[in-house]
């Protein structure tokens, strides 16, 4: 079998000019140059999904995606979307993601798999799934503390839940529920035969073999990250079971029919990279046109960009790992720390925390990069970000702690902020 390393890429690129292919790919080169609700839905059609996390820190993760390249960002205009105009849906792509309501039929693979792996009737879950559906059917809407049986199983990573819980999980795994709303990060359920276009649901899978599924996921994964390394395991989860050998076959036959273009990168001359051919536009553009004025961005801990973080290594010379689930003592910066990117660089990262009763933006740490001197310009850029984001949290004050090294350009910062507001 032909490995992706056996290619012989025609394209080979500086790490800057992958580094802007990858930011204007991702609409971070430069950010919050889009505007308005279609805006959202274009970007996420564009990138096959983002990825949903429930921790709210300073909002939730696609949140934080979305207001770093949507300006004035609001988190009503991405609820209008998935549960009001029902153009996007909360789904399960990249894990727990967000992606347009026309792929569900892409998914029935999944679904049928879920059905097959955990829809027995002896699976403890299932045995209430009947009277769990029934009930959703006289009452509307329902999430699992609607249903008073107080039983417990050992559920994702031995975690225990309620038996209601685990239920309607795979009851929406299956596709029998969708997410109706949320109330905060606790999900309310309806039956998806309610929620989806009846026509939606009668389309039959697009992919008519799992090959065909398979290149169908695959293309779009690369779709998501921008530029693909064929190996590494977290930016290819959920990818139905397969295995690095069948992805690296499947990557070479994408390019043979010219879906892909494989590239190397200058000083790595034995890896071997994608991205998708109909986004070697993009390519062209940041190579021949000139730079962006470099302004700043707040980064999610899951964005697209962020997925594959040994890439991020590679080409930015930036090292991330997200902390939150380490203990307090092991993190070597904080428990929600967000990268602060300017211009096709990392120059920081920093750790916010909000208050929404008294609506204070509060900078418990901040970190520079080596080497970064934050003159008038990084500044300005601050200036404008910190303001965005304030806005898009509805904070009216930010607040420094004072421990922070480095800080005089914050509270230069902070304090025409907080004169301003």
Known sequence: MSSARDTEPGITLSKRAARRFLLAHLHLWPPRSLKGKQAIHDFIRHVGCIQYDPINVVGRNPDLVLQSRIKNYRTHHLNDLLYQDRKLLDGYDKVQSIYDVGDWPYFSRFRERMREKHGKPSNPPMKIAPRVLETIRERGPLSSIDFKNAETIDWWWGVPARMPRAAL??????????????????????????????????????????????????????????????????????????????????????????????????????????????????????????????????????????????????????????????????????????????????????????????????????WWENG???????????????????????????AIQKEISGAEPLYRVAEILNSAG
């Open 372 to 398: 970064v001197r934050a003159d008038d310009r990084v500044e300005r850029a601050l200036l404008a970000c910190l303001g965005e984001f304030m806005g898009y949290l509805s904070a009216r004050q930010i």
């Open 169 to 366: 999980e795979l009851l929406y795994f299956m596709g029998y529920v969708n997410v109706h709303h949320r109330v905060n990060t606790r999900r309310v359920f309806e039956l998806t035969e309610r929620l989806l276009p009846k026509d939606l649901l009668e389309r039959p899978d697009p992919n008519n073999s799992l090959q065909a599924y398979q290149e169908w996921h695959v293309l779009r994964r690369v779709g998501g990250l921008g530029i693909a390394n064929p190996g590494g395991t977290d930016h290819w989860l959920d990818m139905n079971n397969m295995k690095s050998g069948q992805r690296r076959e499947i990557l070479r036959l994408l390019m043979e029919r010219g879906k892909l273009q494989a590239v190397k990168l200058e000083g790595f001359p034995d890896r071997t990279f994608y991205i998708r051919a109909r986004d070697l536009p993009t390519l062209d553009t940041v190579q021949s046109k000139r730079a962006p004025k470099a302004k700043a961005a707040f980064i999610a801990p899951m964005d697209n960009l962020m997925w594959d973080r040994d890439m991020i290594r590679l080409l930015f010379n930036f090292d991330y790992t997200w902390e939150i689930y380490k203990p307090a003592a092991q993190r070597q910066y904080g428990y929600y720390v967000l990268p602060v990117l300017y211009g096709d660089k990392f120059i920081a990262r920093f750790e916010p925390q909000y208050d929404k009763q008294t609506r204070l933006l509060t900078i418990k740490g901040w």
